[in-house]
């Protein structure tokens, strides 16, 4: 059992400096704490804020941070780049624009980052 990730949920990247609030525009099923979250809820900057900065070279900033910088890591600006929707999702509660996002959900990222839940943004509900 997992519980719904709603508008204000904390994720993490283990590639980035600091934890981000999940963005949710309000179309969506309410939960008890604001709009409930979907696969689809991963739009750069609309949905999921930076993380700071970026130590993955896969990132082009980092990648070309480090060559100026002879070769030691030096962390560029962070610019969330979802691979695709979140997975895996609850596929028992379905929104407006998809199956809901749960705790254990994760969100690839193009530049090597594995987006996660850390808070869901509420516990009343089990799915």
Do not use: E, H
């Amino acid at each position: 059992m997992g519980f719904c990730c709603c508008n204000g949920a904390l994720l993490s990247c283990p590639m980035g400096l600091t934890p981000t609030p999940l963005t949710v525009i309000p179309k969506n099923l309410f939960g008890p704490t604001g709009p409930m979250a979907t696969c689809l809820n991963c739009v750069p900057f609309l949905n999921i804020a930076p993380f700071g900065v970026c130590k993955s070279l896969l990132n082009p900033s980092t990648a070309a941070l480090t060559a100026a910088a002879f070769g030691v890591l030096t962390p560029g600006p962070c610019i969330p780049t979802p691979a695709g929707p979140w997975i895996p999702t609850k596929p028992n509660i379905i929104g407006i624009t998809g199956p809901v996002l749960a705790d254990s959900s994760i969100l690839m990222c193009a530049f090597g980052g594995v987006i996660k839940v850390n808070i869901p943004g509420q516990y009343t509900i089990t799915i």
